[in-house]
Structures are given as structure tokens and as C-alpha cells.
């Protein structure tokens, strides 16, 4: 029980998670409608990535920016499977060829790439979900990190790599369906995934599969590579003469994040029922460090709350403001970057924390040991983050 | 029991209260059967007694904005003219726009919004055949309608959407038999951004070169979209010396292909070009004089003559400014709300499946193109132009085909 | 024989295409290399200065064809030099503004830059508008120069490849031969020793930042003789010009230049053999696994983090 408590990051921890939860299992089901939910649920997709780089940025000090490159990795397996499934002969027989999904029949395909055969397995599918952004992450990882590649170049290729893989899937459209992206998705093993009912319940799936997301995370942060990780951040030079293996580890956090995205990415497509490359190239790609930056770059917590409120934020002001948007984007990016380097998570720890500890009557504990989900490091705790905003959840 | 209701009855003679109330119930039965009667409120559409709700879908802002603004204006327009004309069955048009902001999803999330939230009764939008397919499934699941205004690639046709602009057919073929004909084109090379429309279209194009007009495709290329170095691709052409050049180049890359075509020497006293992709929006961008002389095949210029599109373009200098341009697109956006007119009056009704059903076979006169009929297949029945660029940003038309049926599943071409 | 004569020509074209587009990557990335190499800092807004460029290009076009037509066929030189000094004098802003409080946090440059690169490319919508405008480049920019009769060479290749070697030319001498270049050099290599000695390594920085963006603004004003001009242009750019600075590695001017040529004559062949997009998956592709097994890039400095 201790040990489960210390995971969590003690009491904190878990009133923490508590009301993230509450906010996310009961409040936004209760209270928005259908429409709406179903856009949180695809922010929430988002946060799978902005997790992920929580990991790897804010606590192994890897920016990725090509972290689009996995969550459309993930989505178009899963995409690719439904569209299999959408494509049935009953339903594609006005084509030419019945039976394989109609952008490939646009582009005189015959016959089903064999790229595509697998994913008529639903196992295969999921595996591939996991496996295939994994493996790229473990390659680029591998190459990059073992020859100890400085950050900014790690940024730059991984920036390249997602633009290669937008180009070559706008490419190949009769492999991928090109711009367009892979469209009309319908049913998940014959389960109509377009119905209000089938939405709810993938929201919740949603949701549970990003709690494991975060718990896991939060399990890597409190074990002994979380401390590692952050010692390699600040003096990596000092943990590789400790006889530390320092390129594993990053490759390890690399790919845990690639996961996440890869998971995120595939969420996003049963849910919004299509993929596209402009998930996959660059813009999303430091879009969803924005998310990573605004909810605080060392919080797993933080992460979603950014990736709910900029993406909320972004339908709202977009649809009223839509002149303003992108001065207000890049200013609350300029402003997090320069003055909330912990984003709402270290306002929260600098104010709502105290605010928290006198409502529960229970001093707040001096954060020796890493409490992952509030944590500002001792390098980027900012005197500066002294506004008299109030961050609540 | 409210007093203020009650009240005056305490005060009237009892039979005169008898009478009022047998009156008002006969109003309140006539004044039902009238609105039943002359109307589709029964449909869940969001459509009062003075008022129809109709939904604009296009990007506001994003890279596609450039492009989409033009047809946001143009379907304005219209919906301003037929509410100064007394609306639609009695009833004024009112808009709620969204904005798609360039990204597919967002298109299908506020195609949801439009249709489940707003019950609208009609959309009119998108630009792009992404964000079309992307919306697609919407309209068909939630049984909306909507009226698309580019031209695009074909290989479609739904019962929820109306494509006023042309299909690729409509566009490709009349114009090159006409640059068969004319210059003698035996040999072609096809240019495209790489995309669906682009490659669909060369698609089309090299199975009309090779099958009918028994001419060579001597290269085919497509450039990745904001593409802006295009030295090799114009050596190749140098080097193939192709009768005709066909294009199919959008946005930015645009601007970047003919500014370095004409650099590298490539006039049209030297290269026949024939372009699917500019009108006179992209012309300002790329300067009139950088294309001088090169042809595009269109099926509305801004320049037609004739006293509706004299009219059009009147009406909109006068509400959008005299610098503004108008082309193909805009021209095929302003169809969209008066063929709507058109459809729901013959229907007499706003009922989605009504309106659809009446749609076949409706004419508009006054159509600044000329003359369109919707088809069978909800594309329309339209003339294809050929323009000759001019130094000051319009075209010439110099030469017209007859009106061409749409056939947005070619036998024969696929 | 005449076909043997012909694909010599071309032959000679395709290279002088090759070599155009090296300048052009070279232009761009002179700019990037500057500050990378010297700060360390990577600038996402690179390509709003140089779209910053092409609009100063745009406006003073605008304004002689309106005020002085007679100018025309010489304004451009003067927008050139108007261009290094709006993009220059805005970068010295941003510099003090903005990076001057981020250092040792290059990551965080890197966002921060691209936060401002968002609100520019806005404000860019706001002022010019979303669509795509038009410098008129002079009469004597435009065509070619007929070497022989089927040699043909674009006039505006010809003129940003002067541009080119007339910059980088420069940049040589300001960094070798001057007395601002002595300090750059001596706070990359040791920025405290430096600043022990003297050097007020800040104010190298204001410098050398805007000199940067100034050469970004050049590269704008040269580009819209080849390109487009619209908010986003830059960003079409922008990532070219990482790959050019990272592949050449970084504070190696020698380094960045080899990287552009080896990229620009990559991208242009495989043009000449396969479909636009193909090739620039190619090049791209070659560039990243060649990154993979060297990830300092071509010329590396001796020095290790």
C-alpha cells in the first residue's frame, strides 16, 4: 500500500489524479453533450502525445518534435484496419474492383497491397498499434542517442522525419489514400463506432487507456530510471561516469513515449472516424509540445489539462476570434516558454498548492523525493512564475 | 391559473366570451393548417414560420483561407440577394458560418454541429476534396445537404451533396480536343501538385491523349504541394519539347512555376500551356504578365459577356469592393443558394429528401455562366471555356464548347 | 549528333539548375548557420524574416511603380538593402526582447521562436492580407541568357547566385577580417574566457542575431524573383534550411555551405530522374541516414559536449 501510495507521489498524488478523473469520468459526461464530449475525447487523444513528451522532454530532456510521426503511425494502423473493414465486397461493389477500400480503386489498384493484407487481423492491428512506432522510435533512438547527438540536432531530425512521412504518404495515395487521408471509417468488428452510444464508450476507453498511460508513467518517474532521467537532464555527463548506460535510457523513454502517441493515435481515429497526414507532419508536431509546455512540462497531470484547455481554447477562440487565434497561440507559447517554464502545473505548485494543503489541513510536504506530478526541477523552478493566477482544476 | 389570462372573461357577457373562444380556436385550427400546410416544419429542421437556417462551411482562417474567402463572399451574396427578393418560401435565410480553419477534422466536427446542433437546412461549403471527404460521412449518416462549389477530381456522387462546380471530365476533355484541333498538340506533358485532384485529372488526361486523340504523353510529374524549385522539371520540358504543357499546380507552387517558367526564357511564343488550376484569384498572385498567353480551362471567367454575369460582378464590386476578383470557384459558389431556391420551391418544402428528390432537372437562367441544369447524378450540366491570360490578370475566352454532360465516373477513363 | 549536342546542353542547364538551387539553400541557410553557430540557438522564425524580406520587396515595388516608375528597372537594389535592414533591425528587437532572456535554455529558443513565428505569420495576414502577392521584379530580372542557341540560363539564377557569393563573400570577411568577426569567433569557442577579456558577449549576440535575420531579409528579397510571396512562404523553407544547417554541422560555415551543395545537387538530380516528390523523399531520406551514422553532420567542430 505504501509502495502503491509512494507511486501515485504520496497523498498529493492522488487527490491529484482524483480530480482529473472525476473532471474527465464524471463531470464532462455529465454535463456536455454528445458533439462536445466527442471533441473532448479527441483532445484527449492529444494528451496521450503530450504525456508522452512530459516523459521525454520534461524529465529526459529529449525534444522530439516529430512526435506526430507515431500518433500517425498508430492511427493510420488502426485506420487501415477499419477501412478494411468498411470495404467489405457487399458494400464496394459499385468499384471496379469490389472488395479493397475505394481510394485504391480510384488509383487503378487491383488487387489489395500486400502492406495492407495484415490488417484484416484485429490482433495484428493492435500489436501493430504498439510495435511499429516502437521499433522506429528504437532505430532513431538508437542511431541518434548512442552517438550521443546534441538536443537541438535530435529536434531537427526528428522535425525531417515527419515531414519525410507527410510527403511520402501525400505521395503514395493509392497506398494511403494520400492527402485525403483514409476516410468513412464505419465499425469496429461489425460495432458501429458513429453512433452516440458507441462514441461514449469509446470516450471511456479513452480515458481508462490514458489513466494506465499516466499511472505508467508515473510508475517509470518514481522508480530509480525516473531519478536517473532527471539527473541525465541536468549533468548527463556526470551519469554516464557513474557507469550509467545514459543512451538506453533515453532510447527506453523514447519509446515509451512513441508508444503513448502511437495509442493516442489510434484512440483518435476510432474516434473521429478518419486519419490524415496533417497529423503526421510538422505543425501537429510542435503543436503537441505546446500541450506538453502549457500544462507543464514536468507534470504527467499537467500534460492533459494542456491539451484540454489549448485545444478548447483553440474551437473557442477559432470560432469567435478567428483573426486573434494565432496571436494568441503563439503569445501564450512565447509567454509559457519564457515566464511559466512549469506551465499551469508550476503555477499550481507555487499557489494552488498551498491553497490545497489548507483545505485538507495537512502541511505540504517539502518534496525531497520526486513527487512526479507537481514537480518543478530544481533548473527551471522560476522565481519569475509569480502571478497572481490561480490554477484550480 | 394566471388571473391576467382569466381575468377579462369576468368582465365580458358570458356569450361574448363563447364566441371569442370559438373564434380563436377556429384561427388556431386555420392558422395550423396553414402552416402545415405550407410547410416542412415536421422535418426537425430548424425552420420558423419566418425563418430558414442554413449552414456555411468553409476555412476562415489557415492556409486554405486564401482560397475559400472567394466563395464565402460569393454564397453571401446570393443568400442576400434571394432574402432581398422576399427569401425562400416567405421565409428569410439565416446564416450560421463556421469555420473549418483548414483542418480536415474540424470540418467534419462543425459539419456535425451544423447538422445536429443547428438542424440547419442546407449547408454550403468546403473547397478542398479533403475536407469534402472528410465531411462526407457526416452528411450521409446525419441526412444533411450540401452544395460544393469547386471543381474537383469526380469519382464521387452522394445523395447528400450537390457539386456545382465541374467535374474532371466536364473540365479536361472538351479543352483538349480544343488544343488538339487548334494548335495541332500531338505530344503532352502533364504537370501536377501532388495530390488527388491533380492526379486524377492527368489520369484522365492521358487516357483521352492516348485513346482518342491518339497523341503521346512524353512526361508526367507532381510536385509536393508549396513545391517552390521547379528548374529541373522546366528542363525536362525543354528537353521533350512537348507540344503542350497540361497543368495542374496549386497554391504557393503556383506562383513559384510560372514566375520560373518565364525566367528560364519559357513564353507563350515558344510553349503551349494549358492550365486546369488558375483563375483569376490565383492570377493575382502570380501576375498577369508572368503568364501572358497561356490558356486555362475553366467554365466560368470573370470576363464572360453576358448581361448575367455583367450583373454578378456588378453586385459583387459593389459589395465587396472594385479590386475584388472573381473566379470559377466564386462564380460556382453564388450557384449554390439559388439552385437550392430553386429546389426547395419546386418542393415546397425544406425536407432534405424532398429538396433532393426535386433537385434533378432544375435550370437556372440567371446563372452567371450561362445556363446550368443540375444532372441525375446531382453534378451539373455546364459549357467549358478556354481563357487566354491576360498582362492585366483576366482572360480572353476563346473558345466555348457546348453544354457538356457531367460524368464523374467515366467508363473508360478509370 | 544533334541529339548527342542537345542533351549536353540540357546537361549543362540541369547543373546551372543544380547550382541555383544551391544558392538559394545557401542563402537561406547563411543566416540560420550564423546564430546556430554562434548561440547555439536554433531560430524557428527564420522564415518569417525572410518572408519579412520579400514583403519590404513587395511594398517598395509597389510604391515606385505607383510614386516613380521611372525607378523600376533599379529599385531592386535598393530593396535588397532595405530588406537587411527592416529584417535586421527587427531581429536586434527580438534578440533583446526575447532570446537574450532564454540562454542556456536552447530548446526553449527553439519554441519560443516558434511561438513568434506563429504571431507573425498572423500579423503578416492582418497587414498584407491571406493571399499571395507580387513583386515586380525589374524587366531585366526576368528571361534568360542564351549562352548558345539551346543553352539557356534563367536571368534571376543567374542574379541570386551573385547575391550569393556577394553574402557569403561578406560574411567571410566580417568574420575573418574584422574586428566584430574576432569577438564572434572567440565566444564560440569560449564564451567566458571571452567575456574575461572584454568582450561584451552580449552585445555579439545582439549583432550577430540581426546580422542574421538581415541575411534572412536578403534571401526574402531575392525570392521573390523565383517564388511566391504570401504569410506563410517562409515556412515552405524552413525546414530545407535545418536540414542544410544540421548536415553541415554546426558552427562550420565551410560546413554549411558543402551541405547545401551536396543537398542542392541531390535534390536536383533525382528531379531530373524521377517525380518531384519522390526526389524530395530521396534527398531527405539520404540526408537523415546519413545523419543517422554521422549526427554531428558533415563537418563537425573537434569540441564535444
Request: glycine share 10%.
Amino acid at each position: 500500500m505504501n509502495a502503491l501510495n509512494k507511486m501515485l507521489g504520496g497523498r498529493q498524488g492522488v487527490v491529484g489524479l482524483l480530480i482529473l478523473a472525476t473532471l474527465i469520468l464524471v463531470v464532462f459526461p455529465l454535463t456536455l453533450d454528445a458533439f462536445r464530449l466527442n471533441m473532448v475525447g479527441k483532445y484527449l487523444t492529444y494528451a496521450f502525445v503530450a504525456v508522452g513528451l512530459v516523459l521525454c522532454w520534461g524529465y529526459g530532456g529529449i525534444l522530439s518534435l516529430g512526435q506526430g510521426v507515431f500518433f500517425g503511425l498508430g492511427g493510420y494502423c488502426m485506420a487501415m484496419f477499419l477501412k478494411l473493414e468498411a470495404s467489405d465486397p457487399e458494400s464496394t461493389k459499385i468499384q471496379s474492383t469490389p472488395g479493397i477500400p475505394d481510394f485504391m480503386d480510384w488509383n487503378q489498384i487491383t488487387e489489395l497491397p500486400w502492406l495492407w493484407v495484415p490488417f484484416h487481423s484485429f490482433t495484428f492491428t493492435v500489436m501493430a498499434v504498439i510495435v511499429l512506432p516502437v521499433l522506429l522510435a528504437l532505430i532513431i533512438g538508437v542511431a541518434l542517442f548512442r552517438r550521443r547527438v546534441g538536443d537541438v540536432y535530435f529536434s531537427i531530425v526528428t522535425q525531417a522525419i515527419a515531414l519525410i512521412l507527410t510527403v511520402l504518404i501525400i505521395g503514395q495515395q493509392g497506398l494511403t489514400g494520400g492527402i485525403n487521408g483514409i476516410t468513412d471509417l464505419k465499425t469496429l468488428l461489425g460495432w458501429d463506432i458513429r453512433s452516440d452510444s458507441a462514441r461514449l464508450l469509446l470516450y471511456f476507453i479513452n480515458a481508462g487507456l490514458l489513466f494506465g498511460c499516466i499511472l505508467f508513467g508515473k510508475f517509470i518517474l518514481n522508480s530509480k530510471l525516473g531519478r536517473l532521467l532527471m539527473a541525465m537532464r541536468d549533468k548527463e555527463e556526470r551519469v554516464r561516469f557513474s557507469g550509467y548506460d545514459v543512451a538506453a535510457f533515453k532510447v527506453f523513454v523514447y519509446c515509451v513515449a512513441a508508444c503513448f502517441s502511437a495509442i493516442g493515435g489510434a484512440m483518435f481515429a476510432l474516434q473521429v472516424g478518419f486519419m490524415s497526414p496533417s497529423f503526421v507532419g510538422i505543425v501537429p508536431s510542435i503543436e503537441m509540445v505546446i500541450f506538453a509546455a502549457v500544462g507543464g512540462r514536468m507534470s504527467l497531470l499537467g500534460a492533459v489539462y494542456g491539451s484540454l484547455l489549448v485545444n478548447y481554447g483553440k474551437t473557442y477562440f477559432s470560432e469567435s476570434f478567428p483573426e486573434l487565434w494565432l496571436y494568441l497561440m503563439g503569445g501564450l507559447f512565447i509567454a509559457v516558454v519564457m515566464y511559466f517554464p512549469n506551465g499551469l502545473a508550476g503555477l499550481w505548485e507555487s499557489h494552488g498548492r498551498k491553497w490545497l494543503s489548507g483545505v485538507t489541513r495537512k502541511p505540504a510536504t517539502v518534496i525531497a523525493s520526486p513527487a512526479p506530478g507537481i514537480t518543478p526541477t530544481p533548473a527551471l523552478a522560476d522565481k519569475k512564475a509569480a502571478s497572481p493566477l490561480e490554477i484550480q482544476p | 391559473m394566471d388571473s391576467r389570462l382569466t381575468g377579462p372573461t369576468r368582465f365580458f357577457p358570458r356569450r361574448l366570451a363563447l364566441g371569442t373562444a370559438a373564434l380563436s380556436l377556429i384561427a388556431a385550427s386555420v392558422f395550423s393548417q396553414m402552416t402545415l400546410a405550407d410547410d416542412a416544419n415536421t422535418t426537425g429542421l430548424a425552420v420558423t414560420p419566418t425563418e430558414v437556417t442554413v449552414g456555411q462551411l468553409h476555412s476562415a482562417t489557415g492556409t486554405m483561407a486564401i482560397s475559400e474567402t472567394g466563395s464565402i463572399q460569393a454564397e453571401r451574396l446570393a443568400i442576400d440577394q434571394i432574402n432581398a427578393s422576399g427569401g425562400i418560401l416567405g421565409r428569410q435565410i439565416k446564416i450560421v458560418q463556421e469555420d473549418g480553419a483548414s483542418d480536415w477534422p474540424t470540418f467534419a466536427e462543425k459539419a456535425r454541429k451544423l447538422l445536429v446542433n443547428d438542424k440547419v437546412a442546407t449547408v454550403f461549403g468546403c473547397w478542398t476534396s479533403a475536407s469534402r471527404k472528410a465531411v462526407l460521412p457526416v452528411f450521409e449518416k446525419e441526412n444533411g445537404l450540401l452544395y460544393y462549389p469547386t471543381f474537383y477530381e469526380g469519382l464521387e456522387q452522394s445523395k447528400n451533396v450537390i457539386y456545382t462546380g465541374q467535374e474532371a471530365t466536364q473540365q479536361i476533355l472538351a479543352s483538349l480536343d480544343w488544343i488538339a484541333k487548334t494548335k495541332g498538340a500531338k505530344t503532352f506533358y502533364l504537370i501536377g501538385s501532388d495530390y488527388i485532384w491533380p492526379r486524377t485529372s492527368m489520369k484522365i488526361a492521358r487516357k483521352h491523349i492516348e485513346n482518342v486523340l491518339h497523341g503521346t504523353v512524353v512526361g508526367e510529374d507532381y510536385y509536393p504541394l508549396g513545391n517552390t524549385q521547379f528548374g529541373s522539371l522546366i528542363n525536362k520540358v525543354k528537353l521533350k519539347k512537348p507540344d503542350v504543357v497540361f497543368a495542374a499546380v496549386v497554391g504557393g507552387s503556383n506562383v513559384a512555376f510560372y514566375k520560373q517558367l518565364k525566367a528560364a526564357g519559357v513564353d507563350s511564343t515558344k510553349q503551349t500551356l494549358l492550365t486546369l488550376s488558375v483563375t483569376e484569384d490565383e492570377l493575382l498572385g502570380i501576375g498577369g504578365e508572368n503568364m501572358k498567353g497561356f490558356y486555362a480551362s475553366m467554365k466560368y471567367f470573370q470576363s464572360l459577356d453576358n448581361p448575367n454575369n455583367k450583373a454578378f460582378v456588378e453586385a459583387f464590386k459593389a459589395k465587396y469592393g472594385k479590386d475584388s476578383v472573381m473566379g470559377d470557384v466564386t462564380q460556382a459558389a453564388y450557384l449554390g443558394p439559388w439552385l437550392w431556391k430553386a429546389a426547395v420551391e419546386k418542393a415546397g418544402s425544406f425536407d432534405v429528401d424532398k429538396v433532393v428528390a426535386a433537385s434533378p432537372g432544375i435550370e437556372l437562367k440567371t446563372a452567371p455562366e450561362g445556363y446550368v441544369k443540375i444532372h441525375e447524378n446531382h453534378h451539373l450540366w455546364s459549357k467549358t471555356r478556354i481563357g487566354e491570360v491576360q498582362a492585366d490578370g483576366q482572360f480572353k475566352v476563346v473558345y466555348e464548347s457546348e453544354l457538356i454532360e457531367p460524368n464523374p465516373f467515366p467508363k473508360g477513363y478509370q | 549528333m544533334e541529339w548527342l549536342s542537345e542533351f549536353g546542353a540540357i546537361a549543362a542547364m540541369q547543373g546551372f539548375n543544380g547550382l541555383s538551387v544551391f544558392c538559394v539553400l545557401l542563402l537561406m541557410a547563411l543566416g540560420l548557420a550564423i546564430i546556430f553557430g554562434q548561440m547555439g540557438v536554433i531560430n524557428m522564425a527564420h522564415g518569417e524574416f525572410l518572408t519579412i524580406g520579400a514583403y519590404t520587396t513587395y511594398m517598395l515595388s509597389t510604391l515606385v511603380q505607383t510614386w516613380c516608375p521611372w525607378m523600376q528597372p533599379y529599385y531592386f537594389f535598393f530593396a535588397i538593402a532595405l530588406s537587411f535592414v527592416v529584417a535586421g533591425a527587427i531581429g536586434w528587437v527580438v534578440e533583446w526582447v526575447m532570446i537574450s532572456r532564454l540562454y542556456h535554455r536552447p530548446l526553449d529558443t527553439l519554441l519560443a521562436t516558434w511561438g513568434l513565428s506563429l504571431v507573425m505569420q498572423q500579423a503578416f495576414r492582418s497587414i498584407f492580407g491571406a493571399r499571395e502577392v507580387s513583386a515586380n521584379p525589374p524587366e531585366w530580372l526576368m528571361g534568360a541568357v542564351n549562352l548558345t542557341d539551346a543553352i539557356e540560363i534563367p536571368r534571376n539564377g543567374l542574379f541570386v547566385m551573385g547575391l550569393t557569393v556577394l553574402m557569403t563573400g561578406g560574411i567571410f570577411l566580417m568574420l575573418y577580417r574584422t574586428r566584430w568577426g574576432l569577438h564572434v569567433r572567440a565566444t564560440v569557442q569560449n564564451r567566458i574566457m571571452s567575456r574575461a577579456v572584454g568582450i561584451n558577449t552580449r552585445k555579439v549576440d545582439r549583432m550577430t542575431f540581426a546580422l542574421g535575420c538581415g541575411v534572412a531579409g536578403v534571401a526574402g528579397a531575392a525570392f521573390t524573383t523565383i517564388g511566391s510571396t504570401g504569410p506563410t512562404a517562409g515556412s515552405l523553407y524552413i525546414v530545407d534550411t535545418f536540414l542544410v544547417v544540421v548536415f553541415g554541422g554546426a558552427a562550420s560555415l565551410f560546413g554549411t555551405i558543402a551541405s547545401a551543395f551536396a543537398i542542392a545537387q541531390t535534390q536536383s538530380l533525382s528531379e531530373f530522374f524521377m517525380s518531384g516528390s519522390m526526389a524530395k523523399v530521396l534527398t531527405l531520406s539520404i540526408v537523415i541516414l546519413i545523419l543517422l551514422m554521422r549526427p554531428q553532420g558533415l563537418f563537425a567542430s573537434k569540441v564535444r559536449k
